[in-house]
């Protein structure tokens, strides 16, 4: 299936304001917008193994689909998982229900990389992540972009030491203070795997790119700046690069590193159009400092879902005015919950859109 054949674009709103060009009103999407929130997204899991679901082209569309026939998004994000990049290279991971994601034999010490595939066939291992966007691209007929994702490297280190999911991560930072070198070669290899990672996305349809560091909380600014920080710029570059090189059309890419405020000055200059945000950071102070060089996105706090959808409404309102209409992209501070009303994401989107338009025809 050739990228040729996809159904035109009708609504590139998300995609403009990632340029940071003038808008109608501005967009709205949710991270984990198809998620267990969703009765229907509950249905179609029932009973299936979660891996065996995003190695499933077919299910992958669905899932990523479903939110778009309730809500009126701006944008879809393919329906997968960070860690079919350690799958990749050959970790075993396993979903528990009630647990999440749990490595058998995490690594523990620097002889544990030789378990790691030195050399990944991204397209023979990932295949499963290119046949669900190209299908998807096809399935949902021009409607919204599509986003593709990864995880970041020091998040997926994280997940890799750890051995699953936790608090302090201090298995891994171990590993940050007591074998740097280790720590790199680790890094370096992720990033080689998601650079390919995220080029297959974009031939395979992907419109976007969001890179996900969702550990940048338990750093600090050194460990970020060594550890974070340069494998993020190195992807961004490297991924452009290659876009270009294979005649492409070049995508947005949005970087998330969530709890990373301390490093919001270097996300705004580490070659994304789009930096994400929690919701820890407030709008103003985000767009001073980071000085109008990015579009942001973001950051209404995912609880606020629980309150009323006046109350919902207001608080979109106060987050619109704050961020101000150019260069931004709506979107909560981090994924949706399981226990979220629907209905309420629902309002959420249509506050996002009520408020924007009467804010932009009032300039």
Known sequence: MESEDFPELKNDTFLRAARGEELEHIPVWCMRQAGRYL????ESRAGKDFFETCRSPEACCELTLQPLRRFSFDAAIIFSDILVVPQAMGMEVQMSPGKGPTFPEPLKEPEDLQRLKTKVDVWSELDYVFKAITLTRHRIEGKVPLIGFTGAPWTLMSYMIEGGGSTTHSKAKRWLYRYPEASHKLLS?????????????????????QVFESHTGCLGPVEFKEFSLPYLRDIARRVKDQIKESGLDNVPMIVFAKDGHYGLEDLSE??????????????????????????????????????????????????L???????????????????????????????????????INRK
């Open 270 to 319: 580490s070659g994304y159009e789009v930096v994400g945000l929690d919701w820890t950071i407030d709008p103003r102070s985000a767009r001073i400092r980071t000085g109008g060089k990015v579009s942001l996105q973001g950051n209404m706090d995912p609880c606020a879902l629980y309150a009323t959808k006046e109350r919902i409404s207001e608080i979109v309102k106060r987050m």
């Open 39 to 42: 009765p229907e997204f509950r």
């Open 189 to 209: 290899q992720l990033t080689d795997v998601i650079v390919e990672y995220l080029l297959g996305q974009v031939q395979a349809g992907a419109q976007a790119l």
């Open 321 to 359: 005015e704050g961020f101000g209409t150019k260069g931004y992209i709506a979107n909560l501070g981090h994924g949706l919950y399981p226990d979220m009303d629907p209905e309420n994401v629902g309002a959420f989107v249509e506050a996002v859109h009520t408020h924007s338009r009467q804010l």
